[in-house]
């Protein structure tokens, strides 16, 4: 099997631009209650803007009329200006509440659209990529996009309303003091943007790391008996550690990048802010201004500051978006399974005649797993595949369920290729009792009726007797009732493989595959384990696949393979008789006891 594949580390956005083309257009049912929150936000932001130049002319009324001061006027203005506030405020709620509800329905739609591809992958795909990176895209990603749309766009808008708002009014009141201000925004606005671009590397890498490390933690939790039973603490430990500060050098990096821009822009700023408090006290002086307005531009040189201080800041958040734009986005453009054909083979009865036409397949397309593959398996047969590890017992399961694709070659079932067939059609055809037992959290009838939504409550207490489970079943608290989990301790690990055997009769299929079941139970368990098998694959046509050679003496046929070929078939006694590759094998696990 090929092994997990690892994760580009370096950072580099491969194509950021398209990311953020694709999340733009992820937005189109979206579009209008966007418009209408950015025209609040517009909206809020004019009518902020409008405060200082009101207070200038308060200040006015208040210098020329004194000592006999208009305070009609100045209550006039005062409560103008409170009711821009109020109306400011009530606008940004507004804004804000249907920003919320979008980037609530935004960030469900794209889990969505997460799970319905996670579903549309080829098995291949989780084969060469660690579980928690594709959980990483679908948590910590998406949590991003979901803060950048609330927030960043909304932000953005006010931003780019205000300064070009305040650059308007500030040309009104002074020409000459508007050009300082000017001059010092473009400087600093190119200074900051080449920090923001050389901190976007950091960001990407730090999303990426974190989808390592989820990755690492998710391993650690599900193999915690393995790593202390041999005594592996400390290496994992090491491990998690190594991991664990890249992310830390990663985030450090990213954060003193990003945290450049605020300082940087507000040198530059405060130098413009000087030069035009110098220069406006000089006009006051000569007559050139009014107080009042010179009291209102230094405001508007604090409110023209500030937005460019907080874009320069939400330049930062940006570069999140465009890393966790790109990993999700990425994994949706990701390839999926082939189209089934059209018009699909459809068998009604299915009788279980298999076989193998010279098949041939390898993972990495250049070293062979399975080489002319080619046998005949008769409707009702229990065929068992034998070998030594890497023979390629597993791929041909794989084949035959359709996890892959044969390289050239085909498979039929009752005389019909499987590739003229939908895959969920094939696998219907078979049910699957593997080595590593999995049950969903839920209860035990639930589980059971995993395979067959249908299924009686009768039809599902017969199979726990049949498969030998019923009296285990009765024993816990609730009976069929009972929660139960993969990680439940109140179940032995044979129990659980007698609760998916009952599950694989609960669904009925017309045949079987049964992957290393019986491996990890003791020999107890094991021959009630073997006594459910025969009930299960009796009239059925079923594949088993066994390290332990004496529990399939007796089937009907047993393909030895070796190297992805397969060297010897025959039934037991016959491959005996043959005193070649399987007598080895079976000699020697005897030999070792």
């Known amino acids: 099997m090929p092994r997990p594949h690892e994760q580009d ?41 409008f405060t200082p130049k009101l207070l200038g002319d308060m200040t006015n009324i208040a210098v020329t009329t004194y000592p006999e001061i208009n305070f009609g006027a100045i209550m006039r203005i005062i409560w103008l200006v409170i009711g821009l506030f109020v109306g400011a405020g009530i606008l940004n709620y507004l804004q804000g509440y249907i920003l ?119 391993e650690d939790y599900a193999g915690g008996v393995i790593i202390k039973s041999n005594s592996y603490e400390k290496n994992a430990i090491a491990e998690f550690d190594k991991i664990n500060q890249k992310l830390t050098v990663a985030t450090k990096k990213s954060q003193i990048f990003s945290s450049l821009s605020y300082p940087v822009t507000h040198i530059f700023t405060n130098i413009g802010y000087v030069a035009i408090c110098a220069l406006g006290g000089t006009f006051v002086v000569e007559g050139r201004i009014n107080i009042g307005d010179i009291q209102a531009f230094i405001q508007y040189v604090s409110s023209f500051n500030r937005p460019i201080t907080e874009l320069a800041q939400t330049m930062s958040t940006i570069q ?48 062979p797993v399975i080489r002319n593959f080619s046998v005949k398996v008769k409707p009702g047969q229990k065929v068992a595949i034998v070998g030594p590890t890497g023979a390629g017992k597993t791929t041909i399961i794989n084949l035959l369920m359709r996890f892959y694709e044969p390289d050239s070659g085909y498979i039929t079932i009752d005389g019909a290729p499987t590739r003229e067939m939908k895959r969920t059609d094939v696998r219907k055809m078979f049910g699957m009792v593997l080595q590593d037992t999995w049950l969903f959290n839920g209860t035990v009838e639930e589980n059971l009726r995993y395979g067959n939504l249908k299924a009686r409550h009768a039809d599902i207490v017969k199979a726990a007797k049949t498969s030998n489970v019923h009296h285990v079943i009765e024993a816990l608290p609730k009976s069929y009732k009972s929660e139960i989990a993969e990680d439940s301790d109140n179940i032995s690990a044979g129990e659980k493989q007698l609760i998916t055997i009952a ?81 080895e094998l079976y000699n020697s696990q005897f030999a070792e006891k």
């Open 503 to 583: 599950r694989a009769m609960v669904a009925n299929p017309p045949m079987m595959i049964l992957d290393e079941a019986t491996s990890n139970v003791d020999t107890r368990t094991e021959q009630l384990i073997q006594d459910s098998f025969e009930k299960l694959t009796r009239h059925r046509t079923s594949f088993v696949i066994a390290h332990r050679l004496s529990t399939i003496r007796n089937s009907d046929l047993i393909l030895v393979m070796r190297d992805g070929a397969v060297v010897e078939q025959g039934n037991h006694v016959e491959l005996l008789k043959l005193n070649g590759f399987y007598a």
């Open 100 to 218: 919320a509800v979008v980037a609530a329905r935004y960030t469900k739609a794209l889990r969505e659209r997460i799970i319905d591809k996670i579903n549309k992958l080829p098995v291949s795909y989780f084969d060469t990529h660690k579980y928690g990176d594709v959980l990483s895209r679908m948590t910590n990603d998406i949590d991003v996009l979901a803060t950048s749309l609330s927030q960043e766009i909304t932000d953005l808008t006010g931003y780019i309303t205000t300064i070009v708002g305040v650059m308007v009014i500030m040309l009104t009141i002074s020409v000459p003091l508007s050009l300082i201000a000017f001059i010092v925004v473009p400087i600093s606005v190119a200074v900051v943007g080449r920090i923001v671009r050389f901190a976007q590397k950091f960001f990407l890498a730090r999303q990426t790391i974190l989808g390592e490390l989820d990755g690492r933690i998710e």
């Open 9 to 49: 580390n370096t950072g580099k956005v491969k194509n950021t631009k398209h990311a953020f083309r694709i999340f733009i257009k992820s937005l189109k049912r979206y579009r209008l209650a966007i418009i209408i929150a950015m025209t609040l936000s517009v909206g809020s932001s004019l009518l902020n803007i």
């Open 320 to 367: 999140s978006l465009l890393a966790s734009s790109e990993r999700i986005f990425e994994f949706l453009a990701e390839p999926e399974e082939d189209p089934d054909v059209e018009p699909a083979l459809v068998i009604d009865n299915v009788k279980g005649a298999v076989e193998f036409h010279d098949v041939c397949f390898s993972y990495d397309k250049e070293t």
